[in-house]
């Protein structure tokens, strides 16, 4: 008998653990496992068949090449009733394109949290503007459509970046809207925006709770910055824009700025846009990084100045960027005129990249550690075309005054 009792309980079917656990529970586990995975658990058992259709939510990441077949998209719009948290494409197959805007479409009413599309060269679908939902959205390589006529805002959006878009004659008005629409938005990336205006009119970036804030830009288009009191960092690369001539009142917006990073930390190489003076005084700042260089007088009065109004400065980056046989002279005792009694009194790191031992970079290097007085760390990275061999140069740095007794110099070249 006892035999027979173990064939027969060894022919009933196994429990099936999985589903005695929390429906919660199941739902994180299966939300984690993201769609492709999730899809595949149908075929656990029948109990198992639709189980990923009653998520409260899914994930639609990485469509087309490589990632979710478009097809697989489209499936699943049809047959899952619930939420869309995220949805993002970085590669789009032919199918993918003629689908794009249909996705767009079915998302708006499916509480879509994250839209991140990579899209070359397609005109998108104003839909986007009507997905309420979202928290980030992202934009890169597109056409952006005109606003719709229901657009109400954007009212949780806490992240918009838009990458090398181009907007519609005039694109500026709308782009501000945008802004103004999203009151919670924390941060805001614009690289390479087109707004494609005919005028400069003068439009603001705003925002009461934006915490971050990066421009890259060859051209001015008209932007303005609005002042920004809960920014907490800020990049602005306007490496290869010669037409901005009000840099003073951009970086009055940036005032209550904790980091901040300027490629091009001056206007133009000519006399005329020289920044001496600055409507505004960088309280908050603790880290500077400076892409600059020492060979015209623009930019190292400029560089002077930004130093000059950072009072509470801790960490400073400078990237040399230029270099120029005509190097105008700016030596030891031009810089040191520049120094005021207040400047950098709490500079403890400084890190200088790309350095060429120009006689103008070695007089900078010299003041700063004969002024610095509570300097820990210089580290000095020599770039390609060095005027001086590694040993010449570090023969030199030994023999300058540090007015910080626990000044330590870290010395090094570009690999």
């Known amino acids: 008998m006892a035999p027979s009792r ?62 979710i077949p478009a097809v697989a998209v489209d499936s699943v719009l049809l047959r899952y009733p619930g939420n869309i948290s995220n949805f993002s494409i970085h590669s789009l197959d032919k199918h993918s394109v003629r689908r794009v805007d249909d996705w767009l479409i079915a998302l708006c009413n499916r509480g879509v949290r994250s839209i991140d599309l990579q899209a070359p060269g397609l005109a998108i679908h104003s839909s986007v503007f009507l997905c309420t939902s979202l928290v980030c959205l992202e934009l890169h390589l597109c056409s952006i459509p005109p606003l719709p006529v229901e657009f109400t805002g954007f009212p949780v959006l806490k992240q918009l970046k838009l990458m090398v878009v181009k907007f519609p004659p005039n694109g500026e008005i709308q782009l501000e809207a945008i802004i103004n629409a999203s009151p919670l938005l924390d941060t805001l990336t614009l690289s390479y925006v087109d707004t494609r205006s005919e005028a400069l009119p003068g439009w603001v970036i705003g925002g009461a709770n934006l915490r971050s804030l990066t421009i890259v830009s060859n051209d001015n288009h008209g932007w303005q910055v609005a002042e920004l009191p809960n920014l907490h960092e800020a990049t602005i690369n306007l490496e290869y824009c010669d037409n901005f001539s009000d840099f003073g009142g951009l970086l009055a917006g940036l005032a209550q700025a904790r980091k901040l990073t300027l490629n091009k930390c001056y206007p133009s190489f000519t006399e005329d846009h020289i920044l001496e003076t600055l409507p505004c005084t960088f309280d908050n700042l603790k880290s ?109 740095l030994i023999t300058y005054r540090r007015a910080s007794p626990h000044a330590q110099i870290f010395f090094d070249k570009e690999p």
């Open 6 to 67: 173990r064939r027969a309980r060894s022919s009933e079917p196994a429990a099936d653990l999985l589903t005695s656990l929390p429906p919660p529970l199941l739902d994180s586990i299966l939300t984690r496992l993201g769609l492709r995975d999730a899809v595949r658990t149908s075929a656990l058992s029948r109990a198992w068949r639709r189980r990923w259709v009653d998520l409260p939510c899914l994930s639609l990441g990485l469509i087309g090449k490589g990632g």
């Open 288 to 396: 500077l990084t400076l892409w600059t260089h020492f060979e015209e007088m623009p930019t190292i009065l400029s560089t002077f100045c930004m130093l000059r109004n950072a009072p509470n400065l801790e960490e400073l980056d400078i990237m040399i960027d230029v270099f120029s046989d005509e190097e105008n002279e700016a030596n030891g005792e031009f810089q040191n005129a520049q120094w005021t009694d207040d400047m950098c009194p709490n500079l403890q790191v400084v890190r200088l990249t790309g350095v060429l031992c120009s006689s103008n970079e070695m007089c900078f290097i010299q003041l700063l550690l004969s002024k610095a007085t509570a300097l820990r760390m210089m580290s000095i990275t020599l770039g390609y075309g060095s005027l001086k061999s590694s040993e010449d140069a570090l023969r030199e």
